[in-house]
């Protein structure tokens, strides 16, 4: 894996977060490379403006910008922790970069805004409605990405909301697109809820959350096949999205403290929402903004719930999956219960039996199998 980012700013040695020797993916791509030559060539503009970045993901933009005091927005908490890893492993002063959350509200103008195209659309028009007030008429937005990561609805979701669109030509796969604010259209509908079949819960859901109109596939096959346990005081809703697997299980417990937890700051805010919105009891539940299970003590949970991602943003890969199935160990109890929904096509079944020694498979249909393990 090649860690050495070259670029016309500073050399800096990138890694992604969490960091792992074993890692074969690198922290930026060519979009990141193509911006910064851009960026190259407008050094005047840069010393004399407030620039802000949205999405950049391990601090390829950021920390190649740190003489211009960027902000940057991020929905990741992962995200975040990798550009502080980055700029500390770079002697980097922290003091040189502002990080906001996808939901901090902003309260100043900004000349350049750089973006790097987020997986999810609605995400981007959210981003465009939170960021267009805090614009003038000289403000300057580029935004990078892959090519096969950047739609046509991209151009049609800048065009409809700022303005007229250019694009540069195509470098080592990647492009970039121009645009000038000239419309004004910032409504957007977030947060929005749907009602679960089959109940009167209201789930709700931020911008940049899975599943956002109604219950996804794989959650409803899990719910039809969660087993009746004893004993359970502690659940985690591990990557608990808008919380609707979580509300349920609190209603199953209602006894237990369901502890939610996500790396994404608006999945947090959607199952807070969801919580407050159908249950009495919320003090009793926690919403922890984290790194899988950084954040529980060892030996103290009960019952552990998740359907694992196998993408972080556009890279794909079973790393995230396997620290959750490792911490997971860590923090049940004995005799603590870990389930785990996966797609079918996905080698979890092995990873989960040398972990766990024992691996009970629970329900599966043609694209889910439900494992059922006990510490």
């Not at 991020?74 to 996808?102: F, M, P, R, V």
């Amino acid at each position: 894996m090649q860690t050495q980012f070259n670029n016309p700013f500073y050399q800096l040695s990138l890694h992604r977060y969490p960091f792992n020797n074993n890692q074969k993916l690198q922290a930026w791509d060519a979009s990141d490379e193509y911006m910064l030559e851009h960026l190259a060539n407008k050094e005047k503009f840069l010393s004399n403006g407030r620039v802000l970045i949205f999405n950049d993901t391990f601090g390829a933009l950021s920390l190649a910008l740190q003489d211009y005091n960027p902000c940057v927005i991020t929905d990741s908490y992962i995200s975040k922790q990798g550009i502080i890893y980055n700029a500390k492993h770079n002697n980097i002063d922290l003091e040189k970069i502002t990080i906001y959350d996808s939901l901090t509200e902003l309260n100043t103008s900004y000349d350049l805004v750089l973006i790097k195209t987020p997986k999810t659309l609605d995400y981007l028009r959210y981003f465009l409605a939170k960021i267009r007030p805090y614009l003038h008429e000289k403000s300057q937005l580029i935004i990078a990405g892959m090519i096969k990561s950047t739609p046509k609805t991209v151009w049609k979701i800048l065009e409809e909301m700022l303005g007229e669109t250019n694009t540069s030509l195509a470098k080592k796969k990647a492009r970039l697109i121009f645009v000038k604010p000239e419309k004004d259209n910032t409504d957007t509908p977030f947060p929005i809820h749907f009602i679960q079949e089959k109940t009167n819960y209201k789930i709700y859901s931020h911008a940049n959350v899975f599943s956002k109109k109604s219950m996804d596939i794989g959650s409803r096959f899990l719910l039809q096949n969660l087993p009746t346990l004893n004993h359970i005081k502690t659940i985690v809703d591990l990557g608990c999205g808008n919380g609707i697997v979580g509300l349920n299980l609190a209603a199953i417990y209602p006894q237990a403290t369901v502890i939610f937890t996500d790396e994404s700051y608006m999945a947090i805010a959607s199952a807070r929402l969801t919580v407050m919105s159908n249950l009495d009891s919320v003090e009793k539940h926690q919403f922890n903004i984290d790194n899988c299970l950084d954040g529980i003590e060892s030996h103290s949970i009960d019952l552990i719930v998740c359907n694992p991602p196998f993408h972080q943003s556009y890279s794909i890969g079973s790393h995230i999956a396997l620290q959750m199935f490792q911490q997971s160990f860590k923090a049940l109890k004995k005799g603590g219960h870990l389930i785990v929904i996966a797609n079918r096509h996905l080698p979890y079944h092995t990873h989960l039996k040398r972990i766990f020694g024992k691996v009970e498979n629970l329900a599966g249909n043609n694209k889910f199998s439900i494992f059922n393990m006990v510490k």
